[in-house]
């Protein structure tokens, strides 16, 4: 084969290579490449092209921004094109990128710079008409996206109308849509306890919650929004991205106060240095940062490629990613019967934590990374808690390296598995809701009885949030199914203290001080109880709303959906599985006995106090000693006050634990009033 053929035929794999991923990352939001290695094909790929221009073709990723379509939403056209960035990966590549742009100028000139975080998140396009906010949309392909304004509405860091004076006759602006880790851990949090899939990292849940057709979900994913550039001003003129800033703060536009005016290229890397230090103390995750030249005029004569601005770069921060081997693939059974996959890592550090497990969330997954035992694969850790398998490193695999297949039987009960039914609810025309039901990606066990569901669900509704059973942990649980003891959760209500004192793990003092504790939790609030049946869908907000709204427990045998609809909280897939639950010959028969061993069915009106903190607002940052946030959150709204989870000017009091984060630097700037946690036990008395 001529040199020339194998060229093109290279040239052919690695936009093909391309293709794909840009497709699993823009369209699936699946990424199954890292970052750098996309990168790294893509130079591969330029400079090729560089080398051979007579195989240049007009649809190669080179020649346009890469991306693509969101089925499901209206389509809507770019003004001005929306370009992404190069990136660079070294001091020496920025210093390189500098050197270029001074040599496409033909002159020696002083360049000062723009440095702002690059946030991981979803672009987005703004457009204001006469002040007004007439289209949100992402990006797409560069020239169409998608129109997404209704779900843009849902920000509320994005104005509905512009303030101020000398409102430009239309102003399109760009900006990156993202949600903050702790925003991410709670979403999670509640997905876990409901057994849904978790999102992977801030980025992902962004964009899966913008792809939603409900726009009364996406208001409840609190995502935010921070405006970094401009596509097109009609009727303003800005001289230089300092100025851009300045104007648009004033007409009520969220830009990032760590965005830095640098002198020269110095200030600016030395800017890029510090936040790749201090990435991980911010409340959202960064991947890198973006140096722009300040000037317009010198950005005017710059101008810009097919893909790219020459007047603007990326620098990537090192991946948090790292190299090891699945030394066994392991099937665990949640409370509901769900079966997942979890990878036994060969322990390996990454992003100064050892990691040793990674979730591969469900037999999906599994066929899609085409993870086998004993193969070689990349992990990532991008800030958030859960690792994840980002690839499989075939060319490192054994030969007898066997595919995983979905179990025949539960792995623990030996019964029958059967797949999960999935109902996709979605509007037509506008307003009203249509089911269609499709095989979901899980599988589970069928078995009511299914000894690891048992397990599950009682370490649930033992837990803190819950019953709050002290003593009902992980061995305990053990004991108490593998024995017999505990077959369903009314029987927690029956052990007694001589039940106990024949398991080895219990002595006098350990068996009464857990009977004590049973006892102590039939007085739990009913919000409590609903909450820790662990009904599907239905987390520790919605239990304490629902029980608030109905009082008694035997209000939930007769409700109907429409009449949990019509709270505002409560949508289809929640009202749904409540009454499912109720319906169900089990659950009354639970109740029944929960009735006969004495629990609390009722939900007491909340008693509100009259304090010196009524109507004050707090925030709570770092560790307490005496609280869980938690307790201290319910102490606080019982004596009348707020308690709240973002950092603003409008708080009363902040309160500082031990190892306090970036709220707390945030409050020092605001000159919050702090105290520590001995100053809010005498505030409160």
Not at 298 to 326: C, D, I
Request: proline content about 4%; overall charge positive.
């Amino acid at each position: 084969m001529p040199d020339s053929e194998k060229i093109k035929k290279t040239i052919e794999r690695l936009r093909e290579k391309i293709r794909e991923a840009d497709y699993k990352y823009y369209v699936l939001s699946e990424p199954d490449i890292s970052d750098k290695e996309y990168d790294d094909t893509l130079k591969e790929l330029k400079n090729l092209e560089e080398r051979y221009p007579q195989f240049i073709t007009p649809d190669s990723p080179t020649q346009r921004v890469s991306g693509g379509l969101i089925e499901g939403f209206p389509t809507v056209n770019h003004k001005i094109k929306m370009l992404s960035l190069d990136n660079t990966y070294s001091i020496e590549e920025l210093k390189d990128w500098e050197i270029k742009i001074k040599k496409f100028l033909k002159k020696e000139i002083h360049i000062d710079y723009m440095v702002e975080l690059k946030i991981d998140g979803v672009s987005c396009s703004l457009t204001y008409e006469g002040s007004m906010l007439t289209t949100g949309a992402t990006r797409g392909d560069g020239q169409v996206g998608e129109d997404i304004t209704a779900n843009i509405k849902t920000i509320k860091s994005v104005p509905l109308k512009l303030r101020g004076q000398n409102i430009p006759e239309i102003l399109e602006v760009r900006g990156e849509i993202y949600m903050d880790k702790k925003d991410l851990e709670n979403i999670n949090k509640a997905r876990l306890t409901n057994e849904e899939p978790l999102f992977a990292n801030p980025r992902n849940a962004a964009s899966g919650s913008l792809k939603l057709l409900d726009p009364t979900i996406v208001r409840k994913r609190n995502l935010k929004c921070f405006i970094h550039s401009f596509g097109l001003a009609k009727g303003i003129e800005f001289k230089n991205h300092s100025e851009f800033f300045e104007k648009i703060k004033a007409f009520g536009l969220r830009v990032n106060p760590q965005n830095k005016h640098c002198r020269n290229l110095e200030e600016a890397i030395k800017y890029c240095l510090f936040w790749q230090e201090k990435r991980d103390s911010l409340e959202y995750e960064i991947d890198g940062m973006v140096i722009k030249v300040n000037d317009y005029i010198l950005r005017n004569k710059l101008g810009e490629t097919m893909k790219s601005p020459r007047w603007a770069v990326a620098y990537k921060f090192p991946a948090h990613q790292a190299t090891t081997e699945v030394q066994k693939i392991e099937f665990s059974v949640g409370r509901t019967g769900i079966i997942t996959p979890v990878a036994n890592l060969k322990p390996v550090e990454c992003a100064g934590v050892t990691i040793s497990r990674s979730t591969l969330h469900n037999f999906d997954e599994i066929e899609r990374l085409d993870v086998r035992e004993g193969d070689t694969v990349l992990i990532e850790r991008a800030g958030e808690v859960i690792p994840k398998i980002v690839k499989v490193i075939t060319s490192k695999r054994k030969e007898n390296a066997k595919k995983i297949k979905v179990p025949g039987n539960c792995p623990v009960c030996k019964q029958s598995l059967a797949k999960e039914k999935e109902e996709e609810v979605y509007p037509v025309r506008s307003k009203t809701l249509k089911r269609k039901t499709s095989n979901g990606v899980y599988w589970f066990c069928i078995n009511p009885d299914c000894p690891a569901k048992i397990k599950q669900s009682l370490l649930h509704f033992a837990s803190r949030t819950a019953m709050d059973i002290e003593g009902v942990g992980e061995s305990v649980v053990e004991e108490l199914v593998n024995r017999g003891l505990v077959k369903s959760l009314a029987d927690v209500y029956k052990i007694t203290k001589d039940d106990l004192l024949k398991l080895p793990l219990f002595a006098e003092k350990k068996a009464a001080n857990l009977i004590n504790a049973i006892g102590e939790s039939k007085k739990q609030q009913m919000s409590r109880l609903l909450y820790a049946l662990g009904i599907r869908h239905i987390g520790e907000k919605a239990a304490q709303l629902l029980a608030e709204r109905f009082k008694k427990i035997d209000m939930f045998f007769s409700v109907k959906e429409t009449d949990l609809e019509e709270i505002k909280e409560v949508g289809p897939a929640m009202a749904e599985s409540v009454v499912k639950f109720f319906s169900s010959a089990k659950a009354k028969k639970l109740i029944e006995e929960f009735k006969k061993s004495g629990l609390n069915l009722l939900q007491e009106e909340r008693k509100i106090k009259q304090s010196p903190i009524t109507g004050k607002v707090f925030i709570f940052t770092g560790e307490l000693k005496d609280f869980s946030r938690i307790d201290a959150c319910k102490l606080v709204e019982s004596l009348g006050a707020k308690c709240v989870s973002a950092i603003s000017k409008n708080i009363d009091y902040v309160i500082a634990g031990e190892s306090p984060g970036s709220k707390y630097e945030k409050a020092q700037k605001l000159k919050l009033n702090i105290l520590t946690e001995q100053d809010f036990k005498k505030l409160i008395g």
